[in-house]
Structure formats: C-alpha cells, structure tokens
C-alpha cells in the first residue's frame, strides 16, 4: 500500500493532496448542509409524518396515545373507493383549470395595458393591484361574503336596481354550479395582482427593436404577440402557471370561511376533503392519505416545470 | 421526650413539609395550601359572567392560592381544539363538553372516570336522566351533568292577535295560521311566519320523530340510518312543505343569527331555545322594546293535541384524564353545578338546571321550555355520533331537501347510508 512505504518527506504532499480532495469534494456538501438540514427539518420531516400517518388507523384514541394502527395501503384503497373522492378530484380539477386560465389570461391583458397608459394611470391601476394583494385572505373573504350574503347582499341589491332580475333573496350558494362561479371570481381576482405585476416585468424584458423589425415584416399586432411577445415570456408563463396550479388546486380558506366553516360536500375541494376527514370525523389516517395524494399530484406539476425549465436552460 | 419519640416527630414534620411542598397534587385536606393553575374550558353563552365570577369567588374562598383561568370557546371548532388539546400534554383540567360529543371523547380515553366522585356532588340522585346517559359509557360516569336545553316556537303575541290567529295545536294548524301571517304581513318581502335556515337540523328533528322516524337504530350492535324509512321521512316531507310556504330564510344558511334577525321585526315565529329569549332582548344584539311580545308555545304534533318530542341539547363537565390538578378540577365542577350555583343558571341563566328538584324554577315563558323536556329524545348514543356532526350529514341533507337539489328519497338514502357507515365506525 502506497500509504504503508511514504516516506516522511512525502507525507506533506499527500496530506495536501488529502486537503484539495476534501475541499473539492466535500466543501460543496459542507455548504448545503445547513439548507438541507432547514429543508429536512420544516418539509421532509412533517411530509414523512404526514406519509407515516397515511399508512396507519389514527382515530382519536391513537391521537391520544400517540400510537397508532398499521394498516397498510387500507386507507388509500378506502379513498379510491370512495365516490365523493373521484367527484371532489374532478371538481377540483375543472375548478383550478377555470382558476389558472381566467388568471393568466386577464392578468396578460391587463399587464399589456399597463404598458399603453399614461404613466400616472399606470400607478393608479399598479397601486390598486398592490392593495388587493396586500389585503390579507381572510378579510377579502369577510368581504366578499358581506357583498354575496344572502338577506343583505349588495350584489343582489344592484342586480336588482339595475333591472337584471329579481335577486332579493336570491341565494347564490344554493346550485353549486353559481356557487362555484362566485369561487372562481373570487379566487381569480385575488390571484391576479400577482400574476401581473409578474408578466409586465417580463414584458419589460422584451426588446424594443425585436417588436420593431417585426412591425416593419409587417406583424399585426397579435402576430407580434405570438411570435414574439409569448416565446420571450415563456418561462414567465410557466412558473405563474405552474404556481397559480398549486395554489389553485389547494384552495381552501376562500370556501372555508366563505361557507361559515360548514361547507356542504357539495363545496368540498381536496383540501377541505382532508380538512374534513381529518378533524372532522377524527380519521387523521384518511385524511393524511388525500393529503398526500394532493402532494402527488402537484409534484406531477411540478416534475412538468422543472422538466421545461430544463429545457429552457439547455436551449439558452 | 425521648430521643426515639422526637425522631419520629421530627420524620413526621418533615413529612408534612415535604407533602405541603408538592402543593395540589397531594391529597391533603388543607385547601388553602394548594397551589397551581387550573384550566378551564366553557363554551361561548352557557354560563352568565355573573355566575362564572361568582363560582370563582366561592372556590377562591375555599382555595386562596389556586388561579381559576376560565376560557371560552366557540361551538363551530371546539372539537378541533378538543382534538389538538387532548393529544398535548397539557390539557384543560375542566371542559364543558356538548352531550353529543361526551362519547367520542369518553371512549377514546381522553376523560377521567368518576364514578367513584359521583355522589361528592349535589343532586346527583336526582341528575337528569338523558345527561346522566350521556356521561355514561359501559356503566362508568365520564362527566358532570351541566345544564339541558330543549326547543319550543317563540313568537310575536302582537303579530298573531294582528292576524287573528292563536298558537296552533297541529302541524297543520301550524301552516294554516303561518300562511295567514304571511297574507297578513304580504306587503314585507323579508316576512317570514316561520324563520326556518336550511342547516337546523336541531329543529328538523321533532318532525322526524313525531311521525315515528328515528335517525338510526341499533340492534346487536350495528347501526343502521332509518333517515330513509317511510316515518321519517312522512316527517322530512311535512316540514319542506311548512319551510317552502312559511320561510324566506337562506335555506343554505344555518341557525346562528336567527336571534338577531327575529329581534329586527321581519319573523313570527322561530323554533328556539329557552335562553334565546335573553339573546332577542339583549339591548345590543337584539331589541328589549320587544319585552312585553314574546311568547312561547310547543312545536305541536301532527296528531292534533299532542306536542311533538324535541332535541334535548345540553352540556356536561369534564375532568381530563391528563390533568395535573384533578381533585381542584372535581373541585371547581362541584362548585359550578353545586345548588347556589345551578339555581342561578336556571333563573338567570334560563337554561333547564341538571337536577328534576329545580324543574319547578321555571318561570314566565320559560315554563314552556322546561315542560317541553319532558317530551324530549336524544341522538343516537355512539361514541362515533360526534363524526357524523362534524361531517354535516344531516344539514347537508337538508340544505338538498329545501333547495330541491335532489328529492326526499334520494337525500335521505344517501344520507342514512352515510350514517349508517359512520355509527359503525367506518370513515
């Protein structure tokens, strides 16, 4: 062995040898070491509870006990078999598309805007937009709720006065198809601000010239957007969607405290599904298992922006 | 003295320090030398203030050096925080436990058995029997029985001598004089003769039972929902029909303001408790001038005569199983439910006291509610019973019965299925 016949006056250069392989190799790890330790601590751990759980009988007197029963996959077969599970997938699904395109969609519009106005316009719609941003969730949705309500709404008042019908008394909760309309409004509207304050920084991005040369091959001014404005946006486009999906998808406060915290299955989402099954009828397994089922599916979400982020990365 | 004598008086004095140092969780009979703080968890308007204040001073006269910290919680998400409270540690010494929610809690080991106690407390020979059931599980006592509360119709003496109509002794005779209210107030687009929210399913529930319906049954220790059964849902079918003539209330909405609303002039009749009488007088909340216009009446039967059972509502106090302070607990509770106390809740607080020797407290329209526990049933006594609330089955079912989102078959099936499952401990 090379170590067992060093010479002494080898030693200072293999142990420098030694050093480099360390700061090479090791240095890098050294420095994550504290993320990674944050990440471990306030994600791995509570995400392994959360799977640890899902995979065992926890009713309240396991709760009490801190031990529960091992089932295996039962919970997760319990939910795929169950009905409510499948409608509730598929209302969330439908409810986040609706959310993602109106966000994306208005917010571009009102970010192209911005970038036609005046500029003292352009403070006034930007100053608008940081206020509604800035509002916390739960007032929104206080208001919201006052503005929807069913004896005192002002939604129904000027309906009526302005001849559109008939809304004293009109319930908009009571068909879930309006009720989940009322939803889509209210969750788009808060989600826009940041959306598009996001898309205008991109669109501040794009050069001048480019829009120029193109005009003067004679784009129309959709062309332009298409062929130019979106392909330069695109990594904007994707991580808004790809964020606006996760929050979408996990929505629960606006339906929860809209709905005085006793929303009919009707209104459940997948979040208020485990919500439900885990405080509410004290089956902490079952709600564990649709927790983690949601992870699962925005980790498909996620795996496709990282996927196209890549890309993005190889073609630059 | 000898040396051996001082010796044994000195180990004994050291004795009594040493027991006198751990403060309240040695048994000792001296009352001022126990230390500590106990919890205690009340629910948003069961007590008074007054009668909570004056509880507190009674047990500060017994033991100077404990702190009472008295917290209230809000009925929407207490079995949530009982959940978080009861897997810590450090759970509330005493709470005050919804009689439908006893069993979950009882069976799950989070409660203290205090069966041994029972007689430490005034009138329980004479406790009533539907709470004392509630507390009970496999012929263990797990709870104090609190207060009762049970349901009549408060309604506007000067709306009906307007109409001219009186209380009716029938459901129908119910609808007739409702819908002559409505004729009578037809100009008020807000009217409604009977303020009926789609989710009071407190409420629903006497229209079930009336007709012979029960919510579930047991035989041979399964479940099963009769929400489904003809009876019941003779029952169901009755009150859509009385709700979708009589009410303009939000047939999604649920019970809690109904109070406020009826204060505001625009309600006959409401189907409330004893104590709701307070909330409608309240000069804040609601309209004292409507003082003199209040009375009360039974829900009336269908069979012309006879009043229809109702939802005996109450609550029980509890010592948890993991509290440090359990005598002091047993203690405080013994205080509250004590003879001073529970007559002040009956007088003051107007709810229906825990024993049969205060039920001739009742006074003025508070008789009627008093009388009206007499003709009383309970929910189905299943430690899973508390699941099948938190999972709103029976206010959703309503809500899809008054909004004709779906028919009484299809509803109630769905709804007895789900019960059926719950009461059998499935999710």
């Known amino acids: 062995m090379g170590l067992a016949i060093a010479t002494p006056d080898q030693r200072p250069a293999l142990f420098l040898r030694f050093a480099q392989l360390v700061r090479r190799r090791l240095f ?14 306030i994600l791995a751990f509570p995400l392994g509870m959360l799977v640890w759980i899902s995979l065992q009988h926890y009713g309240l007197r396991e709760l009490i006990q801190h031990q529960g029963e091992w089932v295996g996959l039962g919970n997760y077969q319990a939910i795929l078999a169950d009905p ?34 005046r500029r003292a316009v352009r403070v006034i719609v930007m100053s608008a937009l940081v206020f509604v941003w800035a509002t916390p969730v739960v007032v929104t949705v206080d208001i919201w709720q006052w503005m929807f309500d069913y004896e005192f709404g002002v939604i129904n ?13 009109h319930n908009w909760f009571d068909n879930p198809l309006q009720g989940w309309t009322v939803f889509v409004v209210i969750v788009v509207w808060g989600a826009i601000p940041f959306v598009t304050i996001t898309v205008y920084a991109g669109l501040l991005q794009v050069p001048g010239e480019l829009l120029d040369a193109a005009q003067v091959d004679g784009a129309g001014g959709w062309q332009r957007f298409r062929f130019v404005t979106a392909p330069m946006l695109k990594p904007i486009f994707l991580i808004v969607i790809c964020l606006s999906t996760i929050w979408d998808f996990g929505v629960f406060n606006q339906i929860y405290i809209l709905l005085n915290q006793r929303p009919s299955s009707d209104y459940y989402t997948i979040a208020i599904y485990s919500y439900r099954e885990s405080f509410g009828v004290t089956q902490y397994g079952l709600g564990a298992a649709i927790a983690v089922l949601l992870v699962l599916v925005l980790i498909v979400v996620t795996l496709f922006y990282v996927r196209e982020t890549v890309r993005q990365a190889e073609i630059a | 003295m000898n040396l051996r004598k001082r010796w044994v008086t000195l180990v004994a004095v050291a004795f009594t320090l040493v ?8 048994s000792n009979n001296n009352s001022s030398s126990q230390t500590g703080t106990l919890t205690v968890w009340l629910m948003n308007g069961s007590a008074p203030q007054s009668i909570v204040d004056a509880t507190n001073t009674d047990f500060k006269a017994k033991y100077p050096n404990v702190t009472v910290k008295v917290e209230i919680q809000q009925w929407s998400d207490v ?8 897997q810590g540690s450090n759970p509330p010494d005493v709470m005050e436990l919804g009689n439908t929610l006893v069993a979950k809690y009882a069976a799950a080991g989070a409660l203290l058995d205090i069966t041994g106690k029972k007689t430490g407390f005034d009138n329980s020979a004479t406790w009533l029997q539907s709470l004392t059931d509630s507390c009970t599980q496999g012929g263990k006592l797990y709870c104090v029985p609190y207060y009762a509360g049970s349901r009549a119709i408060i309604y506007r003496k000067d709306f009906f001598a307007s109409a001219g109509v009186a209380p009716p002794d029938s459901m129908d005779a119910l609808l007739t004089i409702g819908q002559k209210l409505m004729t009578a107030h037809a100009s008020d687009p807000n009217f409604s003769a009977l303020y009926f929210p789609g989710k009071y399913w407190y409420a629903a529930l006497p229209f079930v039972w009336d007709f012979g319906g029960d919510i579930a049954t047991q035989s041979g220790g399964k479940w099963s929902g009769t929400l489904d059964q003809p009876s019941s849902q003779q029952g169901l079918t009755t009150l859509q029909n009385i709700v979708s003539k009589l009410s303009r209330a939000d047939k999604t909405g649920d019970e809690a303001k109904q109070d406020a609303v009826f204060a505001q002039g625009h309600v006959a009749m409401i189907i409330a408790n004893g104590w709701e009488v307070g909330v409608i007088l309240d000069p804040k909340a609601g309209n004292p001038a409507l003082k003199d216009q209040l009375g009360a009446f039974p829900i009336p039967s269908h069979n012309a005569g006879s009043t229809a059972p109702v939802f005996l509502g109450g609550s029980d106090l509890g010592i948890s199983a993991k509290s440090k302070h359990q005598d002091l607990a047993q203690a405080w509770i013994a205080t509250l439910t004590g003879n001073k106390h529970m007559a002040e809740m009956a007088t003051v607080g107007g709810v229906i006291p825990n024993t049969t020797s205060m039920l001739n407290l009742g006074t003025g329209i508070n008789t009627t509610f008093y009388n009206a526990a007499k003709n009383s049933k309970f929910v189905p006594n299943s430690q899973n019973w508390a699941s099948v609330e938190s999972a709103n089955v029976l206010p959703d079912m309503l809500v899809k019965i008054f909004t004709k989102q779906q028919d009484i078959q299809t509803a109630t099936t769905a709804a007895s299925n789900r019960i059926t499952t719950i009461l059998n401990g499935g999710g």
């Open chain 1, 28 to 41: 890098p790890y050294a420095l994550i070491t504290p993320s990674v330790a944050v990440i471990a601590g």
């Open chain 1, 84 to 117: 409510l599970f499948r409608q509730v997938i598929f209302r969330s699904l439908a409810f986040t598309f609706a959310c993602v395109a109106l966000t994306v969609g208005l917010s571009t519009l009102i970010a192209l805007l911005l970038l036609k106005v």
């Open chain 2, 19 to 26: 027991a006198a140092a751990c403060g309240s969780t040695a």
């Open chain 2, 79 to 86: 079995t949530t925080k009982l959940d978080t409270a009861f």
């Open chain 1, 157 to 169: 008042y000027l309906l009526t006065q302005l001849h559109l019908g008939n809304f004293i008394h």
